[in-house]
């Protein structure tokens, strides 16, 4: 059984920084892509950011140059840094990584980021 345990969150005002951390454990064979996903309320999960197992970043356009997406192999870790944080960016921000052999995935069960005006 794998699980994906997010932290991190809070509440923080505009403009400034956090950083939500995830750590994949239990029986995995191989991570592929680690994935950022959030939910604001009344909306749809959305994808955030990705990264894949040789490091290859994808961001959705609205954080580009204001998040990066970092993982450690080793740790079996995904980092995501927000900065300059904008009151649109409050939701739940969800952890996904996509395990192989089989291309199984797996989610967080969130973390909480509010950014006040």
């Known amino acids: 059984q794998v699980q994906l345990v997010e932290s991190g969150g809070g509440l923080v005002q505009a403009g400034g920084s956090l950083t939500l951390s995830c750590v994949v454990s239990?029986?995995?064979?191989?991570?592929?892509?680690l994935s950022w996903f959030r939910q604001a309320p009344g909306k749809q999960r959305e994808l955030v950011a990705s990264i894949t197992a040789s490091g290859s970043t994808h961001y959705t356009d609205s954080v580009k140059g204001r998040f990066t997406i970092s993982r450690d192999n080793a740790k079996n870790t995904v980092d995501l840094q927000l900065n300059s944080l904008k009151p649109d960016d409050t939701g739940d921000y969800y952890c996904?990584?996509?395990?192989?052999?089989?291309?199984?995935?797996?989610w967080g069960q969130g973390t909480l980021v509010t950014v006040s005006s």
């Open positions: 996904n990584a996509v395990l192989g052999p089989g291309y199984l995935e797996v």
């Open positions: 239990g029986s995995i064979y191989r991570i592929n892509a």
